[in-house]
């Protein structure tokens, strides 16, 4: 029976009730990030809550009466023993019967051995940042496992997910299945001084939880192993072994204040009183990228960078050493849109002294895409101010006579134009120009400086060479004085400076 019209009406304005407590409902949801729909940022990026120490002040040793168990013991239980595991699958390799006079009776995989897995094992250590089992380690300890268990120092066993990784830092983030578990309060790795006292523990060799003593030997050290590495390591002279990456360097208030991660140990393996640390604040800021956005997200510059030494120094008109030399900047990049060119010395970022290439470019990587970056640069004896918009880090012929140089300034040097065909054998970007380093003497004075064969010279002296007249020209007069090389090598500039021989 259909439904009178005066009916219809008189229900009309509780329906339309109902829809404006439900839109009312809906939309204390999404602002309470309750509720997710597709193409809105609702909820606020998630975090791990972490205990921060309030108390940096000094610590006179005199306080301690027996030793350091006061500062070690509350301690222990917040490190964990990390056993990852990673199934590595071999290649099928051939063998006698492996060839096609077989094969055509036999078949295609007749006397080939199929692929066979096997299982690698690695121990490591971690800390403890959050009651709810957040934990830090080193990337190097779980990279590539398909498995990951924590064992912490009552014996208990948890499996382990890894929440997400930086190979960059060599950080990575864990998370077990625990709550109300013992946390480290994190300290301030920027209020270290060299001379400290700090404390290593870890799981050395898998043998059982270990501490050891020992002193900030130096700050702010930079290994040089890779161009993709940010470093920034605490150096210590507190016994670090192979097992200990991953846990803990603790101060005398018993603060996190870095997760130990190598050793120099000369060839043999062990200790030998030279072991790094990465910085607690380096780490925390890792590790709030990596939860929120689950990779780090990075500042980007767009030039390459090298240190100055004194020689560089002096050839660059300053009288003495630091910051950071552009050696090339790339023409899409940010700092190229600001200004920035190649042979420029950032002294200071945001008022602040650089100290070297790595100071540069972790301090870079630690600032937000879209923030500007203010720079002190040294250009032709002259310093100014260039202000740069930072990008987001991107995560990805007929050959010559050979010809000796001027024989006086560079001896033991041969160069030959560079050819189209020669740039392409060296893998360089189209349009290259330069002369070709084809032979070094390995007692020269260029041999010294780094110059190496097939390295593509661009500049001598801030003067652009274009062929082997070029070049002579530049270097005519130059006997006995420093000069100054732009070097193209794989593609990649850089500076060089040649000292004088005798």
């Keep these: 029976m259909p439904v009178p019209v005066q009916t219809r009406g008189r229900k009309l304005p509780y329906i339309l009730i109902a829809l404006v407590i439900l839109i009312l409902v809906i939309g204390g949801m999404l602002r309470a990030g309750f509720l997710h729909i597709s193409g ?37 239980p917040k490190v964990v023993n990390i056993s990852s595991t990673k199934v590595v699958r071999q290649p099928s390799t051939p063998n006698m019967f492996s060839d096609p006079f077989f094969r055509q009776f036999f078949g295609g995989q007749f006397g080939r051995r199929q692929p066979q897995s096997r299982k690698e094992y690695s121990l490591g250590s971690g800390v403890i940042i959050n009651p709810d089992g957040y934990i830090l380690t080193n990337n190097h300890v779980v990279a590539g496992a398909s498995t990951v268990e924590v064992f912490t120092l009552n014996r208990r066993k948890y499996k382990a997910k890894i929440i997400g990784t930086d190979k960059r830092t060599d950080i990575a983030v ?10 480290f309060t994190l300290g301030d790795s920027s209020n270290l001084k060299v001379g400290d006292v700090v404390f290593a523990i870890g799981d050395p060799f898998g043998i059982g939880e270990t501490a050891t003593m020992g002193i900030v030997s130096a700050t702010g050290r930079a290994l040089g192993g890779s161009v993709e590495h940010y470093e920034d390591f605490i150096q210590t002279d507190a016994a670090i072994n192979p ?36 910085p607690v604040n380096m780490a925390r800021h890792v590790m709030d990228q990596i939860v929120a956005h689950g990779k780090v997200i990075r500042g980007f510059l767009g030039v390459t960078i090298q240190n100055v030494g004194p020689d560089m120094a002096k050839e660059f008109g300053l009288n003495q050493g630091g910051g950071a030399l552009v050696a090339d900047v790339n023409p899409k990049g940010p700092a190229a849109k600001a200004g920035v060119k190649r042979g420029d010395i950032i002294l200071k970022l945001n008022g602040r002294n650089v100290v070297g290439s790595s100071d540069l470019s972790l301090h870079i990587s630690e600032m937000a895409p ?16 260039i202000s740069v918009k930072l ?39 189209q349009g290259s120009k330069g002369v070709v380093v084809m032979h070094v003497d390995p007692t020269s004075g260029a041999a010294q400086a780094g110059v190496q064969r097939g390295d593509v010279i661009e500049e001598v002296d801030h003067m652009p060479v274009e062929n082997v007249q070029q070049y002579n020209k530049a270097l005519a007069g130059r006997a006995g004085q420093p000069v100054l090389l732009l070097i193209s090598r794989g593609g990649e500039t850089s500076y060089l400076v040649v000292q004088p021989q005798g």
Excluded: W
């Design 40 to 76: 809105l940022k609702t909820a606020p990026p998630r975090h791990v809550a972490v205990q921060v120490a309030k108390n940096n002040s000094p610590v006179g040793l005199g306080n301690f009466v027996n030793g350091f168990s006061s500062v070690i013991d509350p301690d222990l």
């Design 174 to 183: 864990l998370k077990i299945d625990a709550t109300g578990l013992p946390s």
């Design 243 to 278: 097992g200990n990456s991953g846990g803990a360097l603790i101060d005398l208030h018993g603060h996190l204040i870095g997760i130990n991660t190598a050793i120099l140990s000369g060839g043999g393996g062990g200790n030998e009183g030279i072991g790094f640390a990465i």
């Design 370 to 385: 879209g923030s500007v970056a203010h720079l002190d640069v040294y250009r032709n004896g002259k310093s100014q101010e």
């Design 391 to 429: 990008g987001t880090f991107p995560e990805s012929g007929q050959p010559g006579s050979a010809v000796q140089g001027s024989g006086v300034a560079l001896p033991g040097l041969q160069v030959q134009n560079l050819t189209s065909a020669l740039a392409q054998q060296l893998g360089l970007p």
